[in-house]
């Protein structure tokens, strides 16, 4: 009934830039925070950004100053800006988010990642 779906990942250079996008789809009465973690291969999954349903923002010490989340509520949508982008920024990112669904009910979401390679 809910899902989110992940894109804007691919390849890019140290120092290049990429925006990614999360779309929140389905039977959707409202959505609280919104998050972005990511995975690197062989390591476990680590906190980026989040943002409240007010716009109220925080980022991971690892991105702070480099990555901007923002959201877009009346489109459902929940942004991750990258710049300066480091080799050890790769990893596959993932967007989470609190949603009460049509049906009353409350649940976390998860998407299924989009990739990120960085290349030196």
């Known amino acids: 009934q809910v899902q989110l779906v992940e894109s804007g990942g691919g390849l890019v250079q140290a120092g290049g830039s990429l925006r990614l996008s999360c779309l929140a789809s389905?039977?959707?009465?409202?959505?609280?925070?919104m998050n972005w973690y990511r995975q690197a291969p062989g390591k476990q999954r680590e906190f980026c950004a989040s943002i409240t349903s007010g716009g109220s923002t925080n980022h991971a010490d690892s991105v702070k100053g480099r990555f901007t989340i923002s959201r877009d509520n009346a489109k459902n949508t929940v942004f991750l800006q990258m710049n300066s982008l480091k080799p050890e920024d790769t990893a596959v990112y993932y967007c989470?988010?609190?949603?009460?669904?049509?049906?009353?009910?409350?649940?976390?979401?998860w998407g299924q990642g989009t990739q990120v390679t960085v290349s030196s």
């Open positions: 989470n988010a609190d949603i009460w669904t049509a049906m009353g009910a409350y649940r976390n979401y």
């Open positions: 389905g039977y959707i009465s409202s959505i609280g925070t």
